[in-house]
C-alpha cells in the first residue's frame, strides 16, 4: 500500500510540473505563426519598423514588450503594438495559425527567439518592392 500511495505522489508531482513548465503539450502559437507565415512589407520605414520590434522581441522584457507603441504601416507613430504590428505585417501559412492569447508568455521562448532572428537576417537583406519585410520606427 506505501509503495502504490509513493508511486502516486510521485506521478502527479511529475505531472503538475510538467503542466507547470509548459511541457504539457500546449503548442507555442507564436512559433507556429512565425514559422511559415509570410513577411510583407513595402517601404524602407515598415522595414525598419519591424527590424526595431524584432531586435525589442530579443532584448525586452514581455513587461517592456507590452509597453512599447510601434508606428503603423501609415508611420505614424506610437499606433500599434507588437501583436498588433505583427499581424498587419504577416499573412499566415495556414488558417489555423494565429499570434494566439499568449503572446507574451510565448515571446521569449526559444522556438520564437529563433524565428525572430531568422527574420532580422532576412530584412537585413531586404530591396524595397519585394514581400521581405519592414522596418524599425519603434517609439
Not at 507555442?28 to 517601404?43: G, I, M, R, S
Not at 520605414?45 to 520590434?53: D, G
Not at 507590452?66 to 498588433?84: F, K, V
Request: aromatic share 8%.
Amino acid at each position: 500500500m506505501v509503495r502504490v500511495s509513493s508511486w502516486v505522489a510521485v506521478s502527479v508531482a511529475v505531472l503538475s510540473a510538467l503542466l507547470q513548465f509548459g511541457c504539457g503539450g500546449k503548442p507555442n502559437q507564436l512559433a507556429a505563426f512565425l514559422e511559415d507565415a509570410e513577411l510583407q512589407c513595402e517601404t524602407e520605414a515598415q522595414r525598419c519598423n519591424l527590424c526595431a520590434a524584432f531586435q525589442d522581441m530579443l532584448d525586452l522584457t514581455p513587461e517592456q514588450l507590452r509597453n512599447r507603441r510601434y508606428c503603423d504601416y501609415t508611420g505614424q507613430p506610437g499606433r500599434w503594438d507588437l501583436p498588433t504590428l505583427l499581424s498587419r505585417h504577416f499573412v499566415p501559412g495556414s488558417k489555423q495559425h494565429s499570434i494566439g492569447p499568449r503572446f507574451y508568455d510565448e515571446v521569449k521562448s526559444a522556438e520564437v527567439r529563433q524565428q525572430v532572428q531568422r527574420f532580422l537576417d532576412r530584412l537585413g537583406r531586404f530591396d524595397e518592392g519585394t514581400s521581405l519585410g519592414q522596418g524599425p520606427t519603434a517609439t
